[in-house]
């Protein structure tokens, strides 16, 4: 459907962001937002994972929790993209491969984030929660906490394959397989 202001998704927010110009900011309020459209991979936000294809600034209320339901990644961050998070929980986000939380070939941005119980399933896969793999890329972090996920392979926590990684005031615990690789 079509975001109006008074009845808008959070995916249709992202999608009306991903189709403007220049940065948009998302605000998300107290509540807890479960992905239920599951599908097969496509890369505009309709289905399965929250394909972020344009610069945007999501900013969580208190309380606000984005749930993976189990289904598929959270946020799917293309490449040249400028992306801020902040003040949310993102949790239950499952993939086989990589990133079950985020994947990020953009600038990445987190802040006052809590990333819990996401799953990287498959041991062709790493990172279980937050996965940045392009050479351009960047992810900042700072007090943050990413919490009990899970790899197969490694780096349950954060993965940082290339690009530049800075972090500030994070917690690292109760991660299964390594907490970070960079």
């Not at 279980?128 to 900042?140: H, I, N, T």
């Not at 007090?143 to 990684?165: E, H, K, Q």
Request: proline share 2%; net charge negative.
């Amino acid at each position: 459907g079509l975001c109006t202001t008074t009845d808008c998704s959070l995916r249709e927010a992202i999608i009306t962001a991903n189709s403007c110009t220049g940065i948009q900011t998302i605000q998300i309020p107290a509540g807890t937002y479960t992905l239920t459209r599951t599908g097969p991979d496509e890369e505009a936000a309709d289905t399965g994972d929250l394909d972020i294809t344009d610069s945007v600034i999501l900013q969580g209320a208190a309380n606000a929790v984005i749930d993976g339901n189990a289904a598929d990644r959270i946020f799917d961050i293309k490449a040249g993209q400028t992306v801020s998070i902040s003040g949310l929980t993102l949790q239950n986000g499952q993939t086989p491969l990589f990133g079950s939380a985020i994947a990020n070939q953009g600038a990445l941005t987190l802040n006052h984030l809590i990333v819990q119980d996401n799953h990287q399933t498959d041991k062709s896969g790493n990172g279980g929660a937050v996965f940045s793999y392009d050479l351009g890329s960047s992810l900042d972090i700072s007090d943050s906490a990413v919490v009990n996920n899970w790899s197969v392979i490694d780096a349950a926590g954060l993965y940082n394959v290339s690009g530049v990684m800075s972090l500030e005031n994070v917690t690292l615990s109760g991660n299964h397989g390594y907490a970070i690789a960079n």
